[in-house]
Every structure is written in C-alpha cells, then in structure tokens.
C-alpha cells in the first residue's frame, strides 16, 4: 500500500517563524496569494485552512468515523451554509450548501462535469463540446461559453447544473473511505440552483444507493475475472465487451465505464444475469484437491449474518447469560412493556421470545412507512436501543467476565456498524 503524503515541521528558534515542508503532492494545490490559517489541537495534529472572509467555522473528520449520512445529517439539522468537500484518493466531490439546501456541485469525477453531462443528456453533441472547451478560459467557463456560442440555452444550462447538483450529491454516498472538510459560511449569491425535491428524501436516495452499491461490491469485488459471453453485445456496449472479450476483470472493466459506481455495478449484475457476462469468483486452481489428484469440494459458503441478525443473536446471548447465572431473564422484557421514548410506535406489538430474541420483521413493518432505506436504519436504532438497556440491566446480576464478554461482542457488533 502506497504511504500517504507527509507534512514536516520545522522549528525555528524563539521568536522566529517556523516552516512547514510539504510534499510536492501537498503543495501542488498551495499559492502564495492565498495564506493559510493554522488550527492547532497540538501534540496531536492541526489543521491547515485557507483564510476565506466568510468562514465562520469548520469541521472535519475521516469517513471511517462518520459515514457521509452522519455529515449530511448534521448539515441538515443545523441548516447550515458553506461547503463540503470529500475526497478520496484523486476523487474529490464538493457541495455548497445554503441553509441546508445543496445548491452547487464540482467535481473531479469526470462524468460528474458539466461538459460531459450536458452531452449525456443530449442537449450538445461531443463535437460541439470541443469546440467550447477550445474557447475556455480562466475567466469564461464552460456554461458562459456553451449558451455564448449558442450551443446551449440558458433554461437548458439550468436544468443541466440542477441534474448535476443532484448527481453529485447522490454519488457522494458511494464514498465509504477518505476524508470530509465543511467549511461553514454564506455562500456567493452566483451560480446556484434549486433542486425540485426534497433534501431529505434526496439523502434517503442516497442511502438507497450506498447500500446498493455496498451489497454489489461484496458481489462482484474488484478482482473477480469476467469474460464476455457467447452470445452479440447489445447495441451501444460493444466498446465495453471487446475489453471483455479476453479474461479481464471487474475492476478493468469499470475503468471504461462512462458512469457512476452505482450504474456500473447494476450494469454488471444485470449482464451477469441474462448471461451476456460470464463471471468467476473463484478459480478452480485455488480449490483444495487431495495428494492423489481427486477433487476435493469446498465447504459450502455460509452468509454473514446481518446486523439485525446479530443484535438478535446478542439478545439471545443475554437472555441465556442470564438464565445461567440465576437470574430472571423476564427482567428484558421491562423494556417491551415501557419502551424508550420515540420508540413505542416500532415496540407495538413485539414481545420476547423464548430465548430472549424479538421479531425483527415486526419491527420493520412498524416503522415502515419512511421508505426502506429509513425503515432500516430505525429498525437497527431499535435493536441497539434494546440490547443497550438489557446490558445495562444484567450487568448487576452477572459476573464480572461474564458481563465483560458481552460489552466485547456489543462494542464489536457497533464497529463493525460504523
């Protein structure tokens, strides 16, 4: 694994100033003419800023520790103004925010760009493009030289940024790895749009997508050759099945692809399905065979249970602890009968099994009506709830080891979550 790019300091005696040696890869970005604010949370690290007039603040992380639903979600509540760029590796996706509402979008990504989209969508041709972007400069973008040259109309440049803004947006919640940076302060007044729906239920898309694309990526990772089958690729895709036409992979694959992650691994599974795609997990060099030769069959796969899965697991796990310790495992049931505030309408109805598990499908159905995105992720803020309060209530009543073993398996199920 490449090592990332280093930032040394240099002391200088007291009372002079003191440098900070970038690497070439850090300070490509940098210019004299735009100084830079130094945030210090000393010894542990600081954080460099450029000095724009309207920042009011900031905050930051790693996606690792906030998901990109988390830093929304924060945007959102506050209503808040200013501009969001995540990245990662040589992806980098920027928002602007105005009192909640994302209102404009850039992008590394290059499908994600104006002159690309507005060809995607038809409104110019790829011919008439190249002649705009010829005419580009420092000072005339894309969009003035586009409806200058009587390429593009204004209402259709409109409509193209607002498609943009919304792709952006959606694709930000592809990103499970890099890092986040909201620069809070009101935004110019130019160049914003208004999306037509709702913020939220755009976030929800969003989520859709992410666990989409998380349930694809386990699917099909990467490496997992792929060959084009026997049968004529379908009009349009023949650039794609002459990659395919000899062994490639996945992740070869992908790199030709004009789209989103999202589009991509949708376009993977549907072509593996009707048989257009010929994909192979596993190669048959890698299965075990025995000295004399004869194949030996692997051991069928089992699936990794699910988060609801597990927090039921877990709950059975306490239910027996307690049993085993002498105590009466009816004391979790305190929690059914009078359920934290917010949760009653996802309790309704749910009672305790036998060994100490909940009709998870039940719960799901109680809270259903926010889509199943929404519908999800209560339904796990439920469970965590519930195995939450009966931690804490055998925690008096176990022994000590015995106690210690399920906070283990609690914070590990929550990490693994994160």
Known sequence: MATRPKATPRLGLSGEPTALELERSLAAGLSPGRPLAAHFHAPEGMVLLREPAALSGFFAGSLSSLSIEEVFNHVLSGLRSGQLVVQHGEVQRSITFRDGQPVFAVSSVRHERLGAVVVQLGLITSEQLQRALAKVTPTQRIGAVLTREGFLSEANLYSAMTYLVREVVLNLFEMTEGSFLFLEGRPADGDSVKLQ???????????????????????????????????????????????????TTVGALRSAWEGSLYSFLIWVEARASDGALLLHPKSSASMPRRPSGTFVAPPPSVAPLGPEERFNVLLAQIHTALRLAGANPDLMRGFLESPQPGLETA??????????????????RNVSSGGEALARAMTLEALDAFVSYALFSARNVLPGEMSERLLRSYRELQEGLS
């Open 197 to 247: 729906e709702r913020i939220k239920d755009l976030v929800l898309q969003g989520m859709k997508r992410g666990e989409v694309v998380s349930r694809l990526r386990r699917r099909f990772p990467d490496e997992t050759p792929v060959v084009a089958g026997p049968e004529a690729p379908p009009p349009g895709e023949e650039a794609l099945f002459a990659r395919a036409a000899t062994d």
């Open 347 to 364: 309790y309704e109805g749910v009672e305790l099994g036998p060994d100490g598990r909940v009709d998870v499908a039940r719960i799901q």
